[in-house]
C-alpha cells in the first residue's frame, strides 16, 4: 500500500507540471540587461511558491540579482537541509534553432520520450521544483518531518558573482546540517548520480612583452627576443613528456581515488573511448597510465584557453611581435593549493624570460577542489532511496568543473553539499531545444520526497 504522502506527490503530478510551466514562462535570463524585471518576477514567484507550502522567505539583495533565503516550519531536534538552486537561466537568441518557442513551455513527445521543454527545464527551474514538489506533498499530507532552508539565487548562469557575499552575511541562519543541491546530470541515462567532488580552478592571464615595437624580421629576427617564442617555450616546459605537470610542489595534497569509487567509475560505459571519438579524437592526452574518468574527474590538469600574439589579420606580416599573451588555467583536486601554485607558476614564467623582457601576470579567479563526505548519514541514506526509486545502484561521482556556491558553503558553513541531480545527458542544457523528461521530474520528486521522509528519523549526531 502506498504511503499518503506518496499518493499526494503522484496526484499533484498534473498541478505541478502547470506549476513548472509558469515558473518556465518567465524569462529569467541574468546575463540579459533589458531582462532585469523578468529576473525579479522569478524571485519573486519561487518566493510566493515556497510561502504556499509553510515556508516564510525573503529577498536578499547584494549587489546584484535578489536571492531567495527561505525557512519552513522548525521541527526540534531534526535535522536541517539547507538546498540551493538557481532562478536565472541561459540566453535563447538561437530562436531558428527551437522546434518550439524557448518560453513557451509545453509538455510533449520528442523521439517517443515525454519531456517538459522549455528553456530552463533541467538547469535549473525544473530540478529546482523536484526538491518544492517532493515538500509540497509532505506539507500537505504527513508534514514535513525536517528543518529545511532554501537559498535559491538568481545569478548561477553568470558565475555567482554575489553568492558569497550572500553566504558570508547570512551564515547564522543558513546554518543546517547538509547543502542538498539538484543541478547536475545523471551520468548515465539511469543511473541516479550524487557528485561528491568537484575539481578546483585557477585562472591566469600572462602577457610578455619584448621589444619596444613590433620589428621587421629581416632586420631583427634571430637577434631580438621574440615574446611569442618566449611564452610558448616558458609554458612547454610545464608539460612533462609522461604527461604530468612539471611545477614545484604541483602534485603535493593530490591524493587517489579509492579503489572502491574508482570500481564504480570505470564501469560507466560513457567515458570510454567514445568520450574522445564523440569529439573527433582517439587517443587521450595527459598522464599516462590514468583512465580518462580519472582523468578529468579526480587528477589536476593545465591547459593553454588561448594564446594570441603578433599579426592576426589576412595574408602575412613578416614581424617579431612586442607581445605575447596566453590565458590559462589549471583544474585542481583535493587539498592543492590555488595561491600556493599560482605563486611557483609565476615563478617558473618570471625565471624562463630574460631580464630585459618583462612579464604581467593578471589573476582570473581561482577557488580549492571541494571533496565530500560519501560515508555520512545522508549520503549513505540517499545512495539507498536512489536504489529503491531508479532500480540501479548510485554512482558517486566526481565533477571536472567547480560551483561557486559549493565552495562557499565548505568556507562558511563548513557544509558537504550533496549534488544530487536528474538532469540527462541529452537535455540541451545551455542550447537550444533545454528539455527535462517527465520520468526524470517525477522520480527526481520521489527520490527527494523519500529521503527527506526518513531523515526524520533523527539519526544518534542530532539527539539533544
Ligand atoms: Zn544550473
Known amino acids: 500500500m502506498k504511503t499518503s504522502s506518496i499518493n499526494k506527490l503522484e496526484s499533484n503530478f498534473d498541478s505541478a507540471i502547470l506549476r513548472l510551466k509558469e515558473f518556465l514562462s518567465i524569462e529569467s535570463i541574468s546575463t540579459d540587461i533589458n531582462k532585469l524585471s523578468d ?33 519552513g516550519p522548525v521541527v526540534k531536534g531534526a535535522p536541517h537541509v539547507l538546498f540551493y538552486g538557481h ?7 538561437d530562436l531558428d534553432a527551437w522546434i518550439l518557442p524557448p518560453f513557451q513551455p509545453d509538455v510533449v513527445y520528442r523521439n517517443e520520450v515525454k519531456i517538459i521543454h522549455g528553456r ?76 561528491c567532488q568537484l575539481r578546483g580552478f585557477l585562472g591566469e592571464i600572462i602577457t610578455i612583452k619584448g621589444p619596444s615595437h613590433e620589428l621587421h624580421s629581416g632586420n631583427y629576427g634571430g637577434a631580438a627576443h621574440n615574446p611569442a617564442a618566449l611564452l610558448v617555450r616558458a609554458i ?33 560505459d560513457a567515458f570510454g573511448n567514445f568520450y574522445l571519438e564523440s569529439v573527433g579524437l582517439s587517443t587521450a592526452s595527459g598522464e599516462k597510465d590514468r583512465h580518462i574518468i580519472e582523468k578529468i574527474w579526480s587528477r589536476p590538469c593545465f591547459e593553454i584557453n588561448s594564446i594570441f600574439s603578433g599579426y592576426q589579420g589576412a595574408g602575412f606580416k613578416t614581424i617579431i611581435p612586442s607581445t605575447a599573451t596566453a590565458k590559462i588555467s589549471f583544474r585542481l583536486v583535493d587539498d592543492q593549493d590555488p595561491d600556493h601554485i599560482r605563486a611557483v607558476f609565476r615563478k617558473h614564467i618570471r ?43 548510485c554512482v558517486f561521482a566526481g565533477m571536472g568543473g567547480s560551483i561557486p556556491a559549493v565552495s562557499s558553503f565548505k568556507k562558511y558553513l563548513g557544509l558537504d553539499s550533496m549534488l544530487l541531480g536528474f538532469s540527462r545527458s541529452n537535455d540541451n542544457i545551455h542550447s537550444a531545444n533545454e528539455k527535462f523528461d517527465y ?22 549526531e542530532y539527539e539533544i
Open 39 to 71: 529576473c525579479h518576477a522569478a524571485a519573486d514567484w519561487v518566493f510566493n511558491e515556497l510561502n504556499s507550502i509553510g515556508f516564510r522567505s525573503k529577498k536578499v539583495v547584494e549587489g546584484g540579482l535578489p536571492a531567495i533565503i527561505s525557512h
Open 87 to 93: 532562478y536565472d537561466v541561459q540566453p535563447a537568441n
Open 120 to 195: 530552463g527545464a533541467a538547469d535549473d527551474k525544473g530540478q529546482l521544483l523536484t526538491f518544492i514538489e517532493a515538500c509540497r506533498a509532505l506539507y500537505e499530507s504527513t508534514g514535513i518531518p525536517i528543518n529545511i532552508s532554501f537559498l535559491i539565487e538568481g545569478e548561477e548562469e553568470i558565475g555567482s558573482p554575489s553568492i558569497e557575499n550572500v553566504i558570508n552575511k547570512y551564515q547564522n541562519e543558513l546554518k543546517a546540517d547538509v547543502v542538498f543541491i539538484s543541478d547536475t546530470s545523471m551520468v548515465e541515462d539511469n543511473t541516479p548520480t550524487i557528485g
Open 236 to 268: 612547454s616546459k610545464i608539460y612533462e613528456d609522461d604527461g604530468s605537470i612539471n611545477l614545484k610542489d604541483f602534485y603535493k595534497g593530490v591524493d587517489e581515488i579509492p579503489f572502491e569509487i574508482l570500481k564504480d567509475w570505470l564501469k560507466l
Open 351 to 393: 625565471e624562463s624570460i630574460p631580464g630585459d623582457c618583462n612579464v604581467f601576470f593578471e589573476s582570473y579567479g581561482s577557488v580549492k577542489a571541494v571533496k565530500m563526505n560519501c560515508q555520512s548519514s545522508e549520503f549513505v541514506l540517499a545512495q539507498e532511496k536512489l536504489r529503491e526509486v531508479w532500480g540501479r545502484k
Open 439 to 460: 520520468e526524470c521530474f517525477t522520480k527526481g520528486a520521489l527520490s527527494w520526497m523519500l529521503i527527506l521522509q526518513e531523515m526524520k528519523v533523527t539519526p544518534p
